[in-house]
Structure formats: structure tokens, C-alpha cells
């Protein structure tokens, strides 16, 4: 009922930028909480960013290198991602957490592939 379009992802150099969008579409009555979460190969998905009512939340590992930020209006959550390192190379997955008709649920983006080389 809700679908989650990521864009953004793609191949970048050590040090540099990328942004991430995921837009949420559906009938939505209310997003509580919008998130991007990572998962390198062979590893567990980690969080990465929350945001929730303004508030926001990240890893340490990014902590002064990501911004999360939501427009509500377009129901859309982006990830700025700055000063990029090898460690980041992941498949980057967006999150929402949707009140619609069926009540609360959480929603998974398909995933979008950040790379970065050195």
C-alpha cells in the first residue's frame, strides 16, 4: 500500500558526496518516523540516520559527515552524505515507519547502491 522510491545512490570517490531520496507514496495518514539503514556484504544492516518530528539521530560512525532531512509536504527523506569513506560502500535501504488505513506499519525502499573507491 506504501511504496518507498529511492534515488540517488551510485559510485563516488573517497571524500566526496552523494545524496540519497526516498519519497513515500500511498495513503498515508501521518509518517511517525523516516530512516536510512545500510547493510555492507556479508554484514548485518545497520542504521545509519532517523528522523522524527525534526528530531534527528545517527551511528556514530557517520555522526558529522550525514544529514538527514525530511520534507513533509512531499513526504520524502534525504540523506546528505559528505566526506565519504570506503566503509560506507553499502546498499542503503530506506525506512518509514506509516500510519495509513491498515493502521501502523513499517516500510522497507528497495535499496539503493553507494559505492565509494579510492
Known amino acids: 500500500q506504501v511504496q518507498l522510491v529511492e534515488s540517488g545512490g551510485g559510485l563516488v570517490q573517497a571524500g566526496g558526496s552523494l545524496r540519497l531520496s526516498c519519497a513515500a507514496s500511498?495513503?498515508?495518514?501521518?509518517?511517525?518516523?523516516m530512516g536510512w539503514y545500510r547493510q555492507a556484504p556479508a554484514k548485518q544492516r545497520e542504521l545509519v540516520a532517523t528522523i522524527t518530528s525534526g528530531r534527528t539521530n545517527y551511528a556514530d560512525s557517520v555522526s558529522g559527515r550525514f544529514t538527514i532531512s525530511r520534507d513533509n509536504f512531499k513526504a520524502t527523506v534525504y540523506l546528505q552524505m559528505n566526506s565519504l569513506k570506503r566503509e560506507d560502500t553499502a546498499v542503503y535501504y530506506c525506512n518509514a515507519v506509516v500510519v495509513g488505513p491498515r493502521g501502523e506499519a513499517d516500510y522497507w525502499g528497495q535499496g539503493t547502491q553507494v559505492t565509494v573507491s579510492s
Open positions: 500511498g495513503i498515508i495518514f501521518r509518517i511517525n518516523s
